[in-house]
């Protein structure tokens, strides 16, 4: 079962509302709907006010109560999804960009966004020959084994990355999973200074990547772009040769993101 983090700290420590988020993105984040003892055990509030609390959700469609007893997200949370993701300036100022990086290499191409500890996924072109992988339009991936996440957290002040790499959790994916804050932060100094990340398999076995970091002017937004494929397919050599367009790609999206949501005069 797969739950967004600290459920029960955010829980005690916020009131209705952060409450009731905490519940919210228990149930988005699951691999599987779940069973109120499931999410009992996982959000730390008494059972009178958990059962309230969800009873609210279900009541105005943000989360739905199946026939076997189990929480799943409800289709109003699709909708302001949805309207969410048509609305978004970045993707849209990304979109062909993403497009022309896609039909350039035949590969997936994602559009990234650092919150946090994690890469929020704000677009994804799919390659010729489409590949099963995690990442799917607003899935959280963590932004120490992504190049997305390692190309974002570049960006950051060196006492921000500090402090930011301080508190994660290392979660060994794979066997080239960074698991050290000293590993980690040695790879992010060289990819700020050549301006591209790499993922050598680090999140999923058999796939690869390269990033580039995009940032708004006011680093407001803070993220990257990638072009993403099966190892077998995608040669660190040729992720190398890739590591040009994926650059120039990140460079025509943040004028984009100047000409468009810069100051007005």
């Not at 952060?18 to 519940?23: A, P, Q, R, S, T």
């Not at 559009?111 to 590949?131: C, F, H, N, T």
């Not at 050598?200 to 072009?227: K, L, N, Y």
């Not at 992720?239 to 367009?245: F, G, I, S, Y």
Request: glycine share 10%; proline share 4%.
């Amino acid at each position: 079962m797969n739950s967004n983090g600290d459920g029960s700290a955010r829980a005690r420590e916020t009131g209705t509302l952060g409450k009731l988020m905490v519940l919210l993105d228990l149930v988005t984040h699951a691999d599987a709907p779940l069973r109120f003892t499931d999410i009992l055990a996982l959000a730390g509030q008494p059972r009178g006010t958990l059962h309230r609390q969800l009873s609210h959700l279900v009541e105005e469609g943000l989360i739905e109560l199946d026939g076997d007893g189990r929480y799943a997200p409800g289709l109003r949370l699709l909708d302001f999804a949805a309207r969410s993701w048509a609305r978004n300036e970045f993707r849209l100022i990304a979109e062909p960009h993403l497009a022309d990086l896609q039909r350039a290499t035949g590969e997936t191409v994602h559009l990234g966004v650092l919150r946090g500890q994690s890469i929020i996924y704000l677009d994804k072109v799919e390659g010729r020959q489409p590949v099963r992988m995690y990442s799917q339009i607003g899935n959280a991936s963590p932004c120490y084994c992504t190049g997305v996440g390692k190309a974002a957290l570049s960006l950051l002040p060196a006492e921000g990355l500090v402090d930011l790499v301080a508190g994660l959790s290392f979660t060994s994916f794979t066997a080239s999973t960074h698991v050290s804050a000293e590993t980690l932060l040695a790879e992010i100094r060289e990819i700020a200074d050549q301006g591209y990340a790499f993922d050598r398999e680090e999140h999923e076995a058999g796939i690869r990547c390269v990033a580039a970091p995009v940032w708004s002017e006011d680093r407001t937004f803070m993220g990257g772009i990638s072009i993403t494929g099966p190892a077998y397919r995608l040669s660190m050599e040729l992720l190398h040769q890739w590591a040009v367009p994926v650059q120039l790609a990140a460079g025509r999206i943040m004028e984009g993101m100047r000409v468009r949501l810069g100051p007005r005069r």
